[in-house]
T-cell receptor
Framework: AQRVTQPEKLLSVFKGAPVELKCNYSYSGSPELFWYVQYSRQRLQLLLRHISRESIKGFTADLNKGETSFHLKKPFAQEEDSAMYYCALRGAAGNKLTFGGGTRVLVKP | DTGVSQNPRHKITKRGQNVTFRCDPISEHNRLYWYRQTLGQGPEFLTYFQNEAQLEKSRLLSDRFSAERPKGSFSTLEIQRTEQGDSAMYLC?????????FGPGTRLTVL
């Protein structure tokens, strides 16, 4: 079985402060991990995936297989980062995504 | 707009009625997915098509739910004898291989 846990429902930070969204997963094989973002009144869209190892909009995420984590980080949050963030996993043999419950990020001015 | 489209965007129905939702994927994408999202939760996988073949179904998809993709293009999701617990956002996504592109969703409210 595959499972994704996002322990924080809400993260509230001030503009310019660092932000870290936690994601832990449970999967017996080698998964692909993703972060999806949903801005207000917009559809769900891919933010980044672990295999590309790139930084998108200043966000980075590192897959830690030992800790089964894929935390999302940004050193200096901006107001436009306010959104819902979902961590998702795709198993090695599958196509479906398993999502966490989501974390709402609120960046205050 | 060349993205995934879903219709209707909102549907209000009475318990016991049947409803049907449509998803039009991005034209060159052969894979199509349905997810359901309830308030405060992340999306949950319902079913997956590759071209016209339905290759995977979640146990969440009870026998009241049926999905089709008859010509490997658009897909429909039908819910028969709706229940209040069916109230949710129904999301469709499509992909070539890899990244899934999501539609805006259909919000179903069962009274």
């Amino acid at each position: 079985a595959q499972r994704v846990t996002q322990p924080e429902k809400l993260l509230s930070v001030f503009k310019g402060a660092p932000v870290e969204l936690k994601c832990n997963y449970s999967y017996s094989g080698s998964p692909e991990l993703f972060w999806y973002v949903q801005y207000s009144r917009q559809r769900l869209q891919l933010l980044l995936r672990h295999i590309s190892r790139e930084s998108i909009k200043g966000f980075t995420a590192d897959l830690n297989k030992g800790e089964t984590s894929f935390h999302l980080k940004k050193p200096f949050a901006q107001e436009e980062d306010s959104a819902m963030y979902y961590c998702a996993l795709r198993g090695a043999a599958g196509n479906k995504l398993t999502f966490g419950g989501g974390t709402r990020v609120l960046v205050k001015p | 707009d060349t993205g995934v489209s879903q219709n209707p965007r909102h549907k209000i129905t009475k318990r016991g009625q049947n409803v049907t939702f449509r998803c039009d994927p991005i034209s060159e994408h052969n894979r199509l997915y349905w997810y359901r999202q309830t308030l405060g939760q992340g999306p949950e996988f319902l079913t997956y098509f590759q071209n016209e073949a339905q290759l995977e179904k979640s146990r969440l998809l009870s026998d009241r739910f049926s999905a089709e993709r008859p010509k490997g293009s658009f897909s429909t999701l039908e819910i028969q004898r709706t229940e209040q617990g069916d109230s949710a956002m129904y999301l469709c996504a499509s992909s070539p291989v890899g990244e899934q592109f999501f539609g805006p969703g259909t919000r179903l409210t069962v009274l």
